[in-house]
C-alpha cells in the first residue's frame, strides 16, 4: 500500500448558480492543489467539498472527474460516508474501482445511533471492498463523539488504517496516538496544525490548504523538526488568514481567493450563500498581504 502520510487538500468544488459541478473551474482547482499549493493528496467529497448537499450521481461524477485529471500524480482519498449506508456502499464500490487509495467515511450523523449501529455502519462500508478505510472524526458538526475504548474497537480490523480527526481535544490525540502507534492521524483543524503536528499525526487535510499549502507544508515541516518558534511564526500567518476567512464565510472565502488568483472556482451549493461583492476587496488585501 502506498504511503498515504502528508498534507492533504480537503477539495472544493466550484458550483453554478443552478448547483451544477464547473467542470472546467474544478480542474483548475486541482492543477492549482497540485502545482501552486503542492499538496501531498487531496481528500474528495469531504465537508470542503460540501458533499453533504449532493445527489448520488454528482459525487460520483466528482470522483471520477478528479481521479481522470489526477492520474497518479497526489494521492487520493474518497469520502463516501452518506446517511443512506447503500449509496455509501455503491460510492466506496466505484472509487475503489477508480483507483482512489483509500477510503473515508464520516460517522453516521442526525439520529442518535448507538455505537453498535455505527460499528455495523463502518463494517458494513469496510467489507464491500478491498481497499482501506479512514474513519473521519468530527464531532463538532455530526454531534457524535467516539470514546478511546471505542475508536479502539473500529480499529481492530486491519483495513481500518487511521482517523481523520477534526477536534480540538489533545489530551484524546495524544491518548490516541500513544495507544494505536502503528494507526495513522491526519489532523483536521488547520488552525492548529502545529499542535497536531508535535503530538505526532502523521498528516492533515484541510479546507484552507487549497489556498495556503505551501506555508502549511512548511509549518508541518517545521513543526515536527522541533522547529516549534519557527512552525507558530507561520501558524500566526495561516490564522490571520484562517480567520479572515471564517468571518467572511469558509468555502465562499477560500473560492474567492482561487477566483482572484484567476481560478474559476465558482460558487456554493445552495443553501449555502454566496460571497458577498462588497468584501472583495478584503479578500484581494489578504491574498496580497500573505502571499497566497
Ligand atoms: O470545513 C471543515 C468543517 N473542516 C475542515 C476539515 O477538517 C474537514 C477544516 O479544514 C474538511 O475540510 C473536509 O472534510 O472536507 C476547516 O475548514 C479549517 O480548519 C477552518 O476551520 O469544520
Not at 51 to 59: E, I, P, R, Y
Not at 248 to 257: D, M, N, R, W
Not at 273 to 281: E, G, M, T
Amino acid at each position: 500500500m502506498k504511503d498515504l502520510k502528508g498534507l492533504y487538500s480537503a477539495l472544493l468544488i466550484p458550483f453554478d448558480e443552478n448547483g451544477e459541478v464547473k467542470e472546467e473551474g474544478l480542474r483548475q482547482v486541482i492543477e492549482h492543489n497540485i502545482n501552486v499549493s503542492k499538496i501531498d493528496g487531496l481528500y474528495v467529497n469531504g465537508s470542503s467539498g460540501e458533499n453533504f448537499l449532493l445527489n448520488t450521481a454528482q459525487k460520483k461524477q466528482i470522483f471520477k472527474f478528479v481521479k481522470e485529471v489526477v492520474g497518479d500524480r497526489v494521492k487520493l482519498i474518497a469520502q463516501v460516508g452518506s446517511l443512506d449506508l447503500n449509496e455509501a456502499v455503491e460510492l466506496a464500490k466505484y472509487a475503489t474501482e477508480l483507483g482512489y487509495d483509500s477510503l473515508s467515511a464520516v460517522t453516521p450523523f442526525y439520529y442518535p445511533l448507538s455505537f453498535n449501529e455505527i460499528k455495523h455502519y463502518y463494517k458494513t462500508i469496510i467489507d464491500a471492498t478491498d481497499n482501506s478505510m479512514i474513519l473521519y472524526y468530527i464531532p463538532f458538526l455530526t454531534g457524535v463523539k467516539i470514546s478511546l475504548d471505542q475508536f479502539a474497537e473500529l480499529l481492530e480490523d486491519e483495513k481500518v488504517i487511521g482517523v481523520k480527526y477534526t477536534a480540538a481535544d489533545f489530551y484524546q490525540l495524544e491518548r490516541f496516538r500513544k495507544r494505536f502507534p502503528n494507526k495513522l492521524i491526519w489532523s483536521g483543524f488547520d488552525e492548529m496544525l502545529v499542535q497536531a503536528a508535535i503530538t505526532g499525526v502523521d498528516g492533515a487535510i484541510g479546507s484552507t490548504y487549497n489556498v495556503n499549502g505551501q506555508r502549511s507544508q512548511e509549518i508541518f515541516r517545521l513543526a515536527k523538526e522541533g522547529k516549534v518558534a519557527e512552525a507558530y511564526e507561520l501558524q500566526h500567518e495561516a490564522n490571520d488568514v484562517i480567520e479572515k476567512v471564517l468571518e467572511l464565510g469558509l468555502y465562499q472565502t477560500l473560492k474567492e481567493i482561487l477566483k482572484v488568483k484567476g481560478i474559476d472556482a465558482g460558487t456554493c451549493k445552495k443553501p449555502m450563500k454566496s460571497f458577498d461583492p462588497a468584501k472583495l476587496a478584503e479578500v484581494e488585501k489578504l491574498v496580497k498581504d500573505y502571499n497566497l
